[in-house]
């Protein structure tokens, strides 16, 4: 294999970020991340998630509140039950006792109809400690200060890099489930191929080659997958939590269905406008 391809920062790592950038995704170094999640024990980009709650809830949300509501979110527990917490609160099914109208109110933390009105970051070497383990995230993806999606990198001088790259996702959740709280979905990828599925669900047949039919083309996969708009479909739409035996499970859309859904979404859309 070639050297061009060995160093796994230069030729995947940094290609990742480049890409999420020029499709609207704002870089922050690992400094200026660590600095707003308040030291590495943090995981919320906190004034970023301030502005935002405030922003996007007039009248709902204000500089008396956000404190107990960031609290609500940061106290989720670390399992796949606290993770499906965090998705609702995402999807803005939570809400707060509005004093002025004598009633609850649901919060929004994403603006999914207009993704100008979020912020999008990306960092990368996002290190993390519980105060017993420590791990480091190679790349982390955050909307308005909430981390969204976790990447790992591998070197495509690896045969198995995919298979590496899914044990470290998996340490992360048995060593510092905190890591692993927010992140709705994963994606593994070693330049050749990109992988995805949904965080809390490391089964081999729950993850899926993305774009498998247009092998090769890394940037072009790389920003269909982070398209803003796609990716809060992919939020909002894509992602299931459910009971089987008695346990909850999650899962996420596959690319014909997620397809499928797309289209009856516009026949539907069609119908109603005509009516």
Known sequence: MPDALGSERASVQNPLIGYAEEVGWTYLSPDEAVNLRRGASGWLLYPVLREKLIALNPGVVDENNTGDIIGRIESVRCTIEG????????????????????????????????????????????????????????????????????????????????????VQLRRYHEETPELMAAPQVFEA??????????????????IFNWKEEEPGNFEAKVKRFFSRERFLKLLRDWIIFYLKDDELRKAVLRQHQSRAVEILDQEVEAVELWL
Do not use: M
């Not at 290190?127 to 790349?139: C, F, H, L, M, V």
């Not at 999606?149 to 890099?161: M, N, R, V």
């Not at 990828?189 to 047949?205: M, S």
């Open 83 to 166: 993770n499906a917490e965090i998705l609702k609160w995402l999807r803005g099914e939570h809400s707060v006792h509005s004093e002025d109208e004598k009633r609850k109110r649901n919060v929004s933390v994403i603006d999914f109809d207009h993704p100008a009105n979020n912020l999008f970051h990306v960092t990368d070497e996002w290190e993390y400690t519980n105060g017993q383990k420590g791990n480091r995230a190679d790349i982390l993806f955050l909307i308005n200060g909430i981390p969204v999606a976790i990447a790992e990198t591998t070197s495509a001088k690896y045969a198995d890099g995919i298979d590496r790259a899914v």
């Open 189 to 206: 990828t070693q330049l050749l191929d990109f992988y995805y599925g949904v965080t809390w669900n490391l089964d081999r047949k729950n």
